[in-house]
């Protein structure tokens, strides 16, 4: 049950740090980009296609970083998502009490199967309690 979570989280954090890298990236080239327009106004031997590839590779840095930042945003909200959703699963006390394995923990009542715990568990109806 929390495999598919686990897997999940992993993506996202990989997607983070690449949306990441490209937004330092783009921020970089951007100012790269403003510096290279700053400097093209006052010199007249510039030329003028010059200053327009400037602007045009500063908007698509500007663009690309306004992009990624959103989509980080986004990742961020799966991320909170996926992390109250694995909480949810581990922190939820089962109604797992009937068997020799139970324990008097809430959190982890059953010493052999810790983790995913069901209704139709085969260790449930031993006929041994331990109550």
């Not at 049950?1 to 080239?29: D, T």
């Not at 990742?75 to 020799?100: H, M, S, V």
């Not at 449930?124 to 109550?131: E, P, Q, T, V």
Request: proline share 4%.
């Amino acid at each position: 049950m929390l495999e598919p979570l686990e897997e999940r989280r992993a993506k996202l954090y990989n997607r983070a740090g690449l949306l990441e890298n490209i937004a330092s990236f783009s921020l970089v080239f951007s100012l790269i980009m403003i510096g290279a327009i700053f400097g093209s106004f006052p010199n007249k031997n510039c030329d003028n296609k010059m200053l327009r590839f400037s602007l045009f590779s500063f908007g698509l840095s500007a663009i690309s970083l306004a992009i990624s930042s959103k989509l980080y945003e986004k990742n961020e909200k799966e991320l909170d998502a996926n992390f109250w959703e694995r909480y949810k699963i581990t922190n939820t006390p089962t109604q797992c009490w009937g068997c020799i394995y139970s324990s008097g923990n809430k959190l982890l009542p059953c010493a052999i199967h810790p983790i995913v715990q069901s209704e139709d568990c085969a260790d449930k109806d031993c006929g041994i309690s331990s109550n």
